[in-house]
């Protein structure tokens, strides 16, 4: 029974995370994703079956891709963290800011995750560009 009860809190961890309005999402040691959330999708402007199983190759343009892949394998190789500011190409070709946190995650049998979250600073930037109380 214990299987079955493991099944069903993944199933719910799973759905809890897909409900939260910040992109998550999880990548292995060969950089692939394995778990990604709908504000993830909406945020780059794909669907689940174009994601999964691809790595930042074969989503994003070689330049940001090559950014990536270094950094996570920086924090695979190091067990470690990551959190600063990244331009992300989106679906239709906007480049947004966005705030990228990395962890490292060793997960079931010792294999090596990276959780990923997201925020999108890009509005708060423009409003920080138009504001001029905040260049004083």
Same mark, same amino acid.
């Given at each position: ?40 999708? !909406?945020?780059?402007? &794909?669907? @689940?079956?174009? +994601? %999964?199983? $691809?790595? *930042? ?8 891709? !090559?950014?990536?892949? &270094?950094? @996570?394998?920086? +924090? %695979?190789? $190091?067990? *470690? ?18 705030? %990228? ?22 509005? %708060? ?12």
């Amino acid at each position: 029974q214990q299987p079955h009860q493991d099944h069903k809190q993944l199933l719910f961890f799973q759905s809890i995370l897909g409900h939260i309005n910040v992109p998550v999402f999880v990548k292995n040691r060969i950089h692939q994703w394995v778990y990604i959330n709908q504000a993830y999708l !909406e945020l780059i402007g &794909k669907v @689940e079956t174009e +994601i %999964l199983g $691809k790595t *930042d190759y074969d989503i994003f343009p070689k330049d940001q891709a !090559e950014i990536f892949w &270094k950094k @996570e394998e920086d +924090i %695979l190789i $190091k067990n *470690d963290s990551s959190d600063e500011n990244i331009l992300l190409s989106n679906s239709d070709g906007a480049v947004l800011n966005v705030r %990228l946190n990395y962890r490292f995650l060793k997960g079931p049998e010792g294999r090596s995750y990276l959780l990923g979250t997201i925020y999108d600073n890009t509005s %708060l930037n423009q409003s920080e560009i138009q504001n001029p109380l905040l260049e004083e």
